[in-house]
């Protein structure tokens, strides 16, 4: 079994809602493990740390887990069309794994959620795609062979899966939305079969 992992922050449980459906889709591929771990909040007061092991969800993340991954799913709610820093933070404390060339040639892919339909969602995409590029990760999108990329109102992106939450993060993830997080996850596992299989001939 190889073992993609399904990295996200979340505050709301959008992100985390989709991780899920993410994973869902990698578990389709054979012999694909979904990974899933999560992030602590970073904030401005230093006095308290978090616990090694979360009150609940998924294990924080360390860098043994990019490691041992054959594949990346990021996901991030948007923040002023980026990141959200919790997880840019744990990104940059990636630089040894950099200087070795661990991530490379590892297939990758992003998803988001934010509360308006265009308050940044492509932005907050490409833009986390970005430290995984400098890793020399083959970064995926959806193809629009995915017939929900044209139909759907809400999210849906071909930079990678979306989920508009509305200002109350309240609403559903709709079923174009999930089909979508769906393929990603799948069209991620797919290749990372494949990466793996040339890179051990
Ligand atoms: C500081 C901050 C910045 C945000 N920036 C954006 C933004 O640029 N665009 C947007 O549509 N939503 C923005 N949001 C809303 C979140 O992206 C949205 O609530 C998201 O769906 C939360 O995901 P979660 O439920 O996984 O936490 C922001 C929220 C916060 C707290």
Redesign the pocket.
């Known amino acids: 079994m190889s073992d993609i992992l399904v990295l996200y922050y ?7 809602q989709m991780s899920q459906l993410v994973a869902r889709g990698i578990e389709e591929v054979p012999e694909m493990t979904a990974r899933i771990r999560t992030v602590p909040a970073v904030s401005a007061v230093c006095e308290a740390s978090e616990d090694a092991i979360p009150s609940e969800g998924p294990p924080y993340v360390t860098q043994d887990d990019l490691r041992e991954c054959t594949g990346l799913a990021l996901g991030s ?5 980026n990141m959200a820093a919790a997880l840019k933070y744990f990104l940059d404390g990636t630089g040894s794994l950099w200087l070795s060339g661990t991530m490379i040639g590892k297939p990758a892919a992003v998803f988001t ?4 339909m265009h ?2 969602q492509e932005s907050t995409l490409i833009t986390m795609m970005m430290p995984l590029l400098h890793h020399g990760m083959v970064v995926l999108g959806l193809p629009y062979s995915e017939p929900d990329l044209m139909s759907t109102q809400s999210g849906g992106t071909p930079y990678g899966a979306s ?1 508009v ?1 509305g200002s109350d ?1 309240k609403l559903p993830v709709t079923e174009e939305e999930k089909r979508l997080c769906h393929a990603l996850g799948k069209r991620l596992a797919e290749t990372a079969r494949i990466l793996e299989y040339h890179h051990k001939k």
Request: glycine fraction near 20%.
């Open positions: 979340s505050r709301y449980g959008s992100v985390a709610p948007a923040r002023f069309g959620s934010s509360s308006s308050g940044g989920h939450a993060s």
